[in-house]
């Protein structure tokens, strides 16, 4: 359960110090998390009540890459403004983890049975 309620701003240097299990966990005790990273991003959906993002970019003057645009478009069925909090939606967020469950279960029986 998120505790911290100032928001952690997450740039291209993602916790680099700490093993991935300690730097969800650490991700996942705030309320609000702004992040330049999809993967963090997708861990914060999980815990905190607000997100926000600003869209990955080669360099300054390129177009933006459109990664939190899809997984937004996967996740929530529509997309969000850059820059700026939103709520995070707890039931879209765990209908679309059942539905990479199912997926991931079902992929897996395809290939038991290709294997057999």
């Known amino acids: 359960m998120p505790s911290l309620e100032q928001p952690l701003r997450i740039g291209p240097g993602i916790l680099n110090d700490l093993p991935m299990d300690r730097t969800i966990q650490q991700i996942q005790r705030y309320t609000r998390v702004f992040s330049e990273r999809l993967h963090p991003l997708l861990c914060a959906l999980t815990s905190a009540r607000q997100v926000g993002y600003v869209e990955q970019r080669e360099t300054p003057d390129?177009?933006?890459?459109?990664?939190?645009?899809?997984?937004?478009?996967?996740?929530?069925g529509q997309t969000f403004p850059e820059n700026m909090f939103w709520n995070v939606d707890r039931d879209s967020v765990a209908a679309y983890k059942a539905k990479v469950r199912a997926n991931t279960d079902e992929m897996r029986a395809r290939f038991a049975t290709l294997l057999a």
């Open 62 to 76: 390129r177009a933006p890459s459109g990664k939190f645009r899809s997984m937004l478009i996967d996740v929530f």
